[in-house]
């Protein structure tokens, strides 16, 4: 039985576009069934913290994070916030950093910090203002690339190319820095 050309055209059109669509479904189906997307452990109001010889060193505090340890590269992400606390010898928090977006990844013991990022050292009053920080868990060494402006109580710097320093932010550097220094008459 012949078909006629109008109501073959038709069977042939639709079956292009079912089997067009098939292709489209799988991969749609592979994207979102790929492990390696989805997050193996989440939480919400974590804390960590890292001691050496029963002496806290390091506080971490996060209202939620998830952890991708399938991804290519393993990371944890704290989209929510993140709040980190670093101690003295004798217990007591010597400075901090904040930020808006935080990714840890994990092999490379590497965090990296986005949107309004704030670290501070207590005892001197310096405060570091950036939009992007990264800390360098193993070289215990936090630096940017990024805009930074510290302050304390005298003075208002600027790093027009970023900053270097120890995590607890006993040793800044400032790249291609300015700013206004006050000093004081002797008399």
């Known amino acids: ?25 799988i991969q749609r189906i592979n994207l979102l069934t790929d492990d390696k997307a989805i997050p193996t452990v989440q939480g919400t109001n974590i804390e960590v913290i890292y001691s050496d010889s ?29 709040e980190v606390f670093f101690y003295d010898d004798s217990m007591k928090i010597e400075s901090e950093i904040r930020a808006d977006y935080t990714i840890y990844y994990m092999e490379e013991q590497l ?16 405060a570091l203002y950036t939009d992007e920080l990264f800390w360098d868990e193993a070289e215990e060494k936090i630096y940017s690339d990024s805009y930074t402006r510290v302050h304390n109580e005298d003075n208002t710097l600027y790093g027009k190319k970023g900053f270097r320093s120890n995590q607890d932010l006993s040793n800044w550097q400032l790249i291609g820095s300015s700013g206004t220094i006050n000093v004081k008459d002797e008399e």
């Open 1 to 25: 039985m012949k078909l006629p050309f109008r109501t073959g055209s038709v069977i042939l059109l639709l079956s292009t576009i079912l089997l067009g669509g098939c292709e489209n479904d």
């Open 54 to 82: 029963a002496k806290v060193k390091v506080q971490i505090l996060a209202p939620f994070y998830q952890q991708f340890p399938d991804a290519e590269r393993p990371y944890m992400e704290f989209n929510k916030g993140l």
């Open 111 to 126: 965090w990296h910090a986005t949107g309004n990022v704030v670290a501070q050292r207590f005892d001197s009053g310096d």
